[in-house]
């Protein structure tokens, strides 16, 4: 009861003498302090959404349009469709201020019609996709319609400087394919997959759906087009997220890993407080637009929308679906240590803690000899489960008193930081540790991530650093791009000390960290997390991780070949997989949408009669290099051709899923919808991006690259594959499956990985020799 009377900002009582008034002044500057800093944040909101509406105009401008309004007026010239005089007819006068007042009015109006024919131009522009069309060898030439286009967007885009959200509404929307082309594209992206009768099978059942139901389900998803920002997101993130009833735990959440060349500190409390301190000045860049939107090629904008909900956001449980819960503000966040949770307030006399004074905080909790009260330190296993199970104890355990209290601050932080007790380590010699750390961070113990929040940072012992992330609320990219900002902020400042201690001195004593309180010692809530977690441990026990390092060349090589990086590894990958497996199999390789609004991914499928075609001929002993150099190069043309319909919204299982909802919401059945719905992608794959910002230069700091992150398996019998071209020599692939699985072997599948990218390499060098060869002949004879 102490605490909740310390926590009361003013109380007064009335006797017989009169009524006193009692209040904590200290209390009450705090709240004033969070009201004033409210405000602040809804004031630039306004301006920065008054600066994106108007945009690619600058607002500046209205003063001029109005100066010239103006001028013309009172030198007796007619504005455009006599405005002017037309609104001083509508004003009760015309005195000097009532025509300065017409003058305002009619410039506003020129002014707006400005700005939008501006966006609604760049609008147009950003419709054409040819340019993602042309051929980037080198040598080709740009044709003159793209070459008019660039320079139409780069006039349009970039004389205003943009805000994160500036380009949002100048982006087009997602089209949606006509039926007949993703039919064909399906059945072609099937062929290698399937003998000649079920072939025939699946030809029929396609078109029996096209020429059946197919249209009366387009036609309803054509009005979803039209009225909907973009005809997928929603429904994605619905259907294939919050509906998800498995736990986040290993089959939805994914990792990222520090950049492991780079070792700034080894004091934990150090390396947690500066990287606490930049996820907040990333997190102030966001919320002001300050951070600038990505632009393909410097000129074509990526949609920003996922950025919104980095921070303060959490996957709020519930008994059907689940939901996504984005707090507008956040001060403060939430520190795992020990099994021990602490609400650490990061906001402070009107300002964010500097490193220094948040690293007091952090080794206030390292030194802590608390110790977790009944229940709390599994908690966190609840997040890791069966997402109903959690759900209905939510509702039973957390409903009322201190435990939906510390359930608010866990979720309501602006992340989850976890202090761990082991170090997370990386040696070449000993690849078995790099292992370790991915399981670290793809899932830890089992119950110290919450696995709800947007991420949770995990801090190692000796210092180093990586994260679990929620998928519902964005993509990989953008996580990736966070971590990137925050590995090159450490590559590029000096950040610690000869000791290892974060730069400065503290201005005030920080607030000490507070230890929050759960009341879970009952049977219930005891019983649930118990299950929760001997489930947890079952599932992350049956995890295979293996990150295999590749350092005899990367894509150096590939560009010396004159082929794409992700092409040829996508390839690497189909003839490692076959060589695993004796067979091709259905593989997702995750592409983005991001150049339409709102978007989030499409699938391109790498396994293709091109692709089938060259590994057959890697594995006929009677083929020629010459033979496979070609097969090779038509199987990354298509591939890349895969990779470009799909960015550009002509993807195939994007508008299949969609078209399965349709049939879902009408109660129509659809026997080639359900089963394209529900084969299996054995091979899940994805490339960790980097380069997203300027701050990242490998030229001047070639260790400041993250060694990339992974994922679970997404079919038990099957692999996921996330990998990242770290640099011209340097290649790593986060390789996972099932051990429960009796048919696959991370390590035996990165074995296979790095026989497929030797025998790439040695037959380049053979079709080189033989073509040096042929060449000295040619001019042997010639001479």
């Not at 150049?595 to 499409?602: A, I, K, Y």
């Not at 992608?681 to 260790?703: E, F, I, V």
Request: glycine residues 6%; aromatic residues 10%; charged residues 20%.
């Amino acid at each position: 009861m102490a605490e909740a009377h310390s926590a009361v900002a003013f109380s007064f009582s009335i006797t017989h003498e009169g009524w006193h008034l009692n209040y904590d002044r200290e209390v009450l500057h705090l709240v004033w302090q969070s009201g004033v800093r409210s405000w602040k944040k809804r004031m630039a909101r306004f301006r920065s959404g008054v600066r994106n509406g108007v945009y690619p105009a600058h607002l500046q401008s209205l003063w001029l349009v109005i100066a010239i309004a103006i001028g013309l007026h009172f030198t007796q010239r007619q504005a455009p469709f006599n405005l002017v005089n037309k609104f001083l007819a509508i004003l009760p006068g015309d005195s000097v201020a009532y025509q300065l007042t017409a003058c305002s009015l009619a410039g506003l109006l020129f002014w707006l019609c400005i700005c939008y024919t501006m966006r609604y131009s760049l609008k147009l522009l950003l419709m054409y996709k040819g340019w993602m069309y042309e051929k980037r060898a080198p040598g080709s030439k740009v044709s003159l319609p793209t070459r008019l286009w660039a320079l139409f967007v780069k006039v349009l885009a970039t004389w205003n400087k943009p805000g994160l959200y500036s380009f949002q509404g100048s982006l087009p929307r997602l089209p949606l394919p006509p039926v007949h082309e993703t039919m064909s594209r399906y059945l072609r992206s099937v062929r290698p997959l399937l003998d000649d009768a079920n072939f025939t099978r699946m030809e029929r059942l396609a078109k029996e759906f096209e020429s059946g139901i197919a249209t009366k389900l387009q036609r309803y998803l054509l009005l979803k087009s039209w009225w909907s920002t973009n005809y997928v997101s929603d429904w994605w993130e619905e259907y294939v997220y919050l509906r998800g009833r498995g736990a986040l735990m290993v089959n939805s959440n994914f990792y990222g890993i520090d950049a492991i060349f780079m070792h700034p500190t080894t004091v934990q409390s150090a390396r947690a407080a500066s990287v606490t301190s930049m996820l907040l000045q990333f997190r102030r860049t966001v919320e002001r637009q300050e951070l600038e939107p990505i632009l393909v090629q410097g000129l074509v904008p990526l949609c920003s929308w996922q950025y919104e909900r980095i921070f303060n956001t959490v996957r709020v449980p519930g008994v059907e679906t689940d939901k996504i819960v984005h707090y507008q503000d956040s001060n403060h966040i939430v520190v795992l240590h020990r099994g021990c949770y602490y609400k650490v307030v990061i906001y402070h006399n009107g300002r964010i803690l500097r490193p220094c004074e948040i690293q007091i905080q952090m080794e206030e909790i390292l030194n802590s000899a608390d110790k977790p009260q009944p229940g709390e330190e599994l908690l966190a296993s609840l997040t890791a489960g069966d997402r109903t199970k959690w759900a209905k104890i939510r509702e039973s355990v957390f409903a009322k008193g201190v435990n939906k209290t510390a359930l608010h601050l866990i979720e309501s932080a602006a992340f989850v930081l976890s202090l761990d007790e082991k170090p997370f380590e990386f040696d070449m010699a000993h690849p078995e540790k790099l292992d370790q750390f991915g399981r670290y961070l793809l899932h830890g113990n089992g119950h110290d991530r919450w696995f709800d929040k947007s991420f949770t940072v995990c801090v190692g012992s000796n210092g180093k650093i990586g994260f679990n992330s929620e998928h519902t609320w964005a993509d990989a990219p953008v996580m990736a791009h966070v971590w990137e900002n925050i590995v090159a902020e450490e590559a590029i400042q000096k950040r610690y000390d000869e000791n290892g201690n974060t730069l400065g001195i503290p201005e005030f004593e920080p607030p000490k960290p507070k230890r929050m309180e759960f009341d879970l010692d009952n049977k219930v809530a005891l019983d649930a997390i118990q299950e929760a977690h001997l489930s947890a441990q079952q599932l992350l026990n049956d995890v295979d991780l293996r990150i295999f390092v590749h350092d005899p060349y990367g894509k150096g090589l590939m560009k010396k070949c004159r082929l794409s990086p992700d092409a040829f590894l996508q390839m690497a990958l189909q003839l490692a997989y076959y060589r695993d497996a004796g067979k091709f199999s259905l593989t997702y390789e995750a592409s983005m949408t991001r150049l339409f609004r709102e978007g989030r991914t499409e699938t391109v499928r790498p396994c293709t009669i091109e692709s089938a075609a060259w590994v057959k001929a890697m594995e006929n002993p009677n083929a020629s290099a010459e033979e496979r150099v070609k097969l090779l190069n038509k199987a990354c043309e298509r591939h890349q051709l895969g990779y470009q319909d799909a960015m550009c919204g002509r993807g195939i299982d994007r508008h299949l899923f969609c078209l399965y909802v349709v049939s879902k919401y009408l109660e129509l059945d659809s026997p080639f919808l359900k089963e394209v719905l529900s084969e299996p992608w054995r091979l899940s794959t994805s490339q960790t991006p980097h380069g997203q910002t300027a701050k990242m230069d490998l030229r001047k700091h070639p260790n400041c690259i993250s060694a990339g992150g992974g994922f679970g398996p997404v079919a038990d019998d099957g692999y996921g594959v996330s990998y990242i071209v770290a640099g011209e020599d340097l290649i790593f692939f986060h390789i996972s499956s099932k051990r429960s699985c009796g048919t696959t072997s991370s390590e035996r599948f990165a074995q296979q990985i790095n026989r497929a990218l030797n025998d790439m390499k040695v037959l380049f060098e053979e079709y080189r020799s033989h073509q040096q060869k042929k060449s000295a002949v040619t001019n042997g004879a010639a001479n």
